[in-house]
């Protein structure tokens, strides 16, 4: 069957689209799932542009930031400097070692920029290690405006999957654990492991989710309501 065709070609098709297609199949609903999935990634598509498109921006304007302050350091700085020094006056501290770095950045300046790639280079490498990732995906969070973004992207991307599973009639726990795969920062991971936990054990979904503090309030009761009034794929897509 298509699935299993799939399955063969795991490195092409995300494993969510094989899991699907093979419980659409079971249930006799594969047209429906196919426009799930086709809508599913259209919509995560234009999350990811919006995202690019929300970030762009302050992305400009630090970047313009740094320039500024490296270009203020390197040839305006030694300017005053040297008026300071003609006149003999007394400077404070910090005016001191700003001009100082202002010292550093003209005569070190490809020194400063290699040193910049090579730890931007090992935090890549490092990130790679579960530790580290859990610890920097942890500190992404509590960003002031790149945390709340990532939220609810991820949160968005989860809801509509597992809404969308929830309808293709897969059980709770397979529909979560599936859906679980599509999160990519690590706190969010282990907050799902837990509600998977929960579920298993009697309890309810909405419960380890509030417990964490990282799941939106908003999300958390949409699908309180959902799992309290037996619509759960219908809530939790909203």
């Keep these: ?129 579960k530790i580290v990732k859990e610890k920097l995906d942890r500190f992404l969070l509590k960003l002031p405006f790149w945390g709340m973004l990532l939220k609810k992207a991820e949160v968005a991307r989860f809801s509509y999957t597992l809404g969308a599973l929830l309808k293709s009639g897969l059980p709770l726990l397979s529909a979560l654990e599936m859906a679980g795969r599509i999160v990519s920062n690590t706190c969010l991971a282990k907050t799902l492991l837990t509600a998977q936990k929960s579920i298993r054990e009697g309890g309810s979904l909405a419960a380890p989710l509030k417990e964490t503090g990282i799941f939106p309030e908003l999300a958390v009761q949409m699908i309180g309501i959902g799992e309290s009034c037996g619509e759960m794929e219908a809530k939790i897509k909203k």
């Excluded at 594969?30 to 690019?52: D, G």
């Excluded at 762009?56 to 270009?71: E, H, K, R």
């Excluded at 030694?78 to 950045?105: D, G």
């Design 1 to 129: 069957n298509l699935g299993q065709a799939m399955k063969l070609q795991a490195d092409v098709f995300p494993s969510l689209m094989i899991g699907m297609i093979e419980a659409g199949e079971a249930s006799g609903a594969l047209e429906k799932i196919l426009a799930y999935l086709a809508n599913l990634f259209s919509k995560e598509h234009k999350l990811r542009e919006k995202m690019k498109s929300a970030l762009t921006y302050p992305a400009c304007i630090s970047f313009l930031a740094i320039t500024l302050l490296f270009f203020i350091l390197t040839f305006v700085l030694p300017n005053f400097k040297r008026l300071f020094e003609a006149n003999k006056m007394e400077l404070p501290l910090l005016t001191k070692l700003l001009f100082e770095a202002s010292v550093l950045c003209q005569k070190h300046w490809l020194e400063l920029l290699s040193a910049l790639w090579i730890m931007i280079l090992m935090l890549l490498l490092l990130r790679r290690l």
